[in-house]
């Protein structure tokens, strides 16, 4: 079962400072996802990447960058934190595109911009 | 619009009660999966359905693809059924992306 780590699981960031979110993976998948979960929307896509040092928009990417510096760790950066990012990021991976794969996810950090 | 509805929105069960959750999608989907999100938040993938049937221990899953629906059952529900089941589809296979609907809501009571 493919194993996907976050850190940190939670933090608080003050509103215009940096934030830098971290996620691993073992079990060797090229796709990595960033997601943020908010009430009443679900979890949405911010970025996701296909292959190391290169990164993809998802359906939110304003006010995120993304980073895959290798297949497994794949980085999530606020550069100026505000409220609205207040939230739940999820991390996940999945095998390359066949038909019927799975995404799997990690634990999750919560994130509090004051 | 949203491309992807959930409902109910929530759902209370005794033990031992069945239960079906539904996911309707606005676009064809290539990949449709469940998932479970606990109470304390973390995500589970239960199943992976994009067309058919699919059974795993107390859960079967059976998508319509032309029809643009899969419904979730839950047979014989226990008190650690309880949390949030989502559903989400990737409605163009372009890039492994999913859209995920907001989830039922179910409380299971002893």
């Known amino acids: 079962e493919a194993a996907v780590t976050q850190s940190p699981r939670s933090k608080v960031a003050v509103t215009g400072g940096k934030v830098t979110l971290s996620c691993h993976q073992t079990n060797n998948h090229d796709y990595m996802y960033w997601y943020r979960q908010d009430t009443g929307h679900g979890l949405r896509l911010i970025h996701y990447?296909?292959?190391?040092?290169?990164?993809e928009k998802g359906d939110i990417p304003d006010g995120y960058k993304a980073s895959r510096p290798s297949q497994e760790n794949f980085s999530l950066i606020l550069e100026l934190a505000s409220l609205s990012q207040t939230a739940v990021y999820f991390c996940a991976s999945s095998e390359l595109g066949a038909y019927s794969y799975e995404q799997y996810f990690g634990p999750g950090t919560r994130l509090t911009v004051l | 619009g949203q491309q992807v509805q959930q409902s109910p929105a929530s759902l209370v069960l005794q033990e031992g009660e069945n239960a079906e959750l539904q996911c309707n999608f606005s676009?064809?989907?290539?990949?449709l999966q469940w998932f479970y999100q606990s109470p304390g938040g973390s995500l589970v993938s239960l199943l992976s359905n994009p067309s058919g049937t699919k059974h795993t221990g107390r859960l079967t899953s059976t998508t319509v693809t032309k029809e643009r629906r899969s419904s979730l059952h839950i047979s014989s529900s226990q008190t650690t059924d309880s949390g949030t089941y989502l559903c989400?589809?990737?409605?163009?296979?372009?890039?492994?992306?999913?859209?995920f609907g907001i989830g039922t809501r179910v409380l299971v009571r002893p």
């Open positions: 990447s296909y292959v190391a040092d290169s990164t």
């Open positions: 989400a589809i990737d409605p163009n296979s372009a890039g492994n992306k999913l859209t």
């Open positions: 676009s064809t989907a290539t990949q």
